[in-house]
């Protein structure tokens, strides 16, 4: 909030959180915010899509994955995952359950 020149990673952040919190409404919001922001991205796409998963939205996170694909064609929401640092705290799980909800790679 302090730097607006970094809004979207603020917001690809906050809408980790709030997916991991269960906040899916929230969540997708949140997503949807930062694509109009950074609308070249790939993670937000990927998140989004989990977070639809989640809600039932099967077709709009499958149409959102082919997005990922053609923005990034290597994309991997594993590899994605272990450069992001988490305390170990936090269960990760829910993110990959939200892709596999709507039949999408977790890879």
Do not use: C
């Not at 993110?95 to 790679?105: S, T, V």
Request: charged letters at 25%; zero cysteines.
């Amino acid at each position: 909030r302090l730097d607006p020149g970094f809004a979207h990673q603020t917001l690809q952040f906050l809408g980790i959180a709030h997916l991991l919190l269960g906040n899916l409404k929230t969540a997708e919001m949140t997503f949807r915010e930062r694509i109009v922001l950074s609308p070249d991205t790939d993670n937000a796409r990927a998140m989004l899509a989990s977070v639809l998963g989640h809600l039932g939205e099967i077709e709009e996170a499958k149409a959102l994955w082919q997005e990922v694909v053609r923005i990034n064609p290597q994309f991997s929401m594993r590899q994605r995952m272990d450069m992001m640092v988490f305390d170990g705290r936090g269960d990760v799980s829910s993110i990959y359950e939200g892709l596999k909800l709507a039949g999408l790679p977790t890879e």
